[in-house]
C-alpha cells in the first residue's frame, strides 16, 4: 500500500513538472521504476499507460487555457507515434540484462541534457510568430518518439527545447502543443510494447497508481506553466534523474563500481547539483528583478509623454 502511495504521489509531481516545463513525466516515473528493479521493457510500457490517461487530460487542460497550437500538434504527433511503436517494439527484443544500463544511459543523457539547458539558458525565447515547418517538426517527431520509448521518456526533454529553440512558438503553446501531442505517442508506444511483450512484466496496478497522480496534477500544471519558474524546476529535476541514473549504472554488470567509489561519485554529483539549483534560483530572481525595471521604465517613460 505504501509503494502505491508512493507511486501516486511520484505521477502527481511528474505531471506537475511535465504539464509546466513539457517534459520529465516519463523520465521521472521510469527512472524511479528501474530504481525499484522493474524489468525495462515493463517499466517503460507501465509508463507508457499511464501516459494514455494522464497525457489525455493534460491536452485537455492546455486546450481549455489556450495553450495549443494544433497544426504543430498534427505536424509533429503523427511521426512522434510511428518512432514510439518502432522504438517500444526494438526495446521489447533486448533483453533485461543489456536493456537496463541502454535505458540509464539514455535517462542519464536526457537528465544532462535537461539540467544544462535550463541552468545555462532558462526557457529561450526567439522569434516568435514564424510558422513551424513540417520538414522540421516530421524528423524531430520520430526521433523523438523513438527515444521516448525506449528510454521510458524523451518525448518532453527531446522536443520541447529544440521548438523553443527555433524561437517560433511561445514557450506555453510549446509545453501544450507538445504534451498534448504526446497522448498519440504513448497509445502507440503502448501498442509496441503490447506486440513485444505482450502483458508480461506490466503492472497494471502502479500503472493505475501513476494515473491517478498524473490526472490530479495535469489540469493544476497546465494553471501553474503561466506562473511556476522553469528554470528552477529543469535544474531540479535534471539533477534528480542524474544522480539515479547513475546509481543504477554503476552498480550495473557494465561497471560494478566498489561501494567507496560509488559514494565518493554521489557526494560529487548531489554537490554540482546543488550548485546548479542555486544559480539558477539566483538568475530566475535576477531575470524578475530586470522584468521589473524594464516595465517600470516603460511605465515611466508613457508618463512623461502624457
Not at 544511459?105 to 535550463?118: C, D, M, Q, V
Not at 510549446?174 to 501531442?181: A, E, K, R, Y
Not at 561519485?265 to 524578475?288: D, M, N, P, Q, T
Amino acid at each position: 500500500m505504501r509503494s502505491l502511495v508512493l507511486l501516486t504521489l511520484v505521477g502527481l509531481g511528474a505531471q506537475l513538472v511535465d504539464g509546466s516545463l513539457g517534459m520529465a513525466y516519463g523520465v521521472t516515473s521510469t527512472t524511479l521504476l528501474l530504481a525499484i528493479g522493474t524489468n525495462p521493457a515493463a517499466a517503460s510500457a507501465t509508463v507508457h499507460l499511464a501516459e494514455i490517461g494522464t497525457t489525455l487530460v493534460s491536452g485537455a487542460a492546455h486546450w481549455r487555457f489556450g495553450n495549443v497550437d494544433w497544426k504543430v500538434v498534427a505536424k509533429i504527433g503523427i511521426p512522434g507515434a510511428i518512432g514510439a511503436f518502432a522504438g517500444a517494439t526494438f526495446l521489447s527484443s533486448l533483453s533485461t540484462e543489456a536493456a537496463a544500463p541502454l535505458m540509464s544511459l539514455i535517462l542519464l543523457a536526457l537528465g544532462l541534457y535537461i539540467l544544462t539547458r535550463f541552468t545555462v539558458a532558462g526557457l529561450p525565447k526567439g522569434n516568435l510568430g514564424k510558422p513551424l515547418r513540417k520538414r522540421f517538426l516530421a524528423p524531430l517527431g520520430l526521433v523523438a518518439g523513438f527515444v521516448d520509448s525506449t528510454g521510458g521518456g524523451g518525448w518532453g526533454p527531446v522536443g520541447t527545447p529544440a521548438i523553443l529553440a527555433s524561437g517560433r512558438l511561445e514557450p506555453r503553446k510549446t509545453i501544450g502543443s507538445i504534451d498534448t501531442s504526446e497522448f498519440l505517442v504513448a497509445v502507440a508506444a503502448s501498442l509496441g510494447f503490447i506486440v513485444g511483450i505482450g502483458s508480461q512484466g506490466v503492472n497494471y496496478t502502479w500503472a493505475l497508481a501513476l494515473l491517478i497522480g498524473g490526472m490530479i496534477a495535469a489540469p493544476i500544471a497546465a494553471w501553474l506553466v503561466r506562473h511556476i519558474p522553469p528554470r528552477l524546476l529543469g535544474s531540479l529535476v535534471g539533477g534528480l534523474i542524474i544522480l539515479t541514473n547513475v546509481r543504477t549504472l554503476l552498480k550495473s554488470d557494465w561497471i560494478d563500481a566498489p561501494g567507496d567509489v560509488r559514494s565518493v561519485v554521489y557526494v560529487l554529483i548531489v554537490a554540482l547539483w546543488v550548485a546548479a539549483v542555486g544559480y539558477s534560483f539566483k538568475r530566475h530572481r535576477e531575470e524578475r528583478a530586470a522584468e521589473r525595471l524594464e516595465a517600470e521604465a516603460v511605465e515611466a517613460g508613457e508618463a512623461t509623454h502624457a
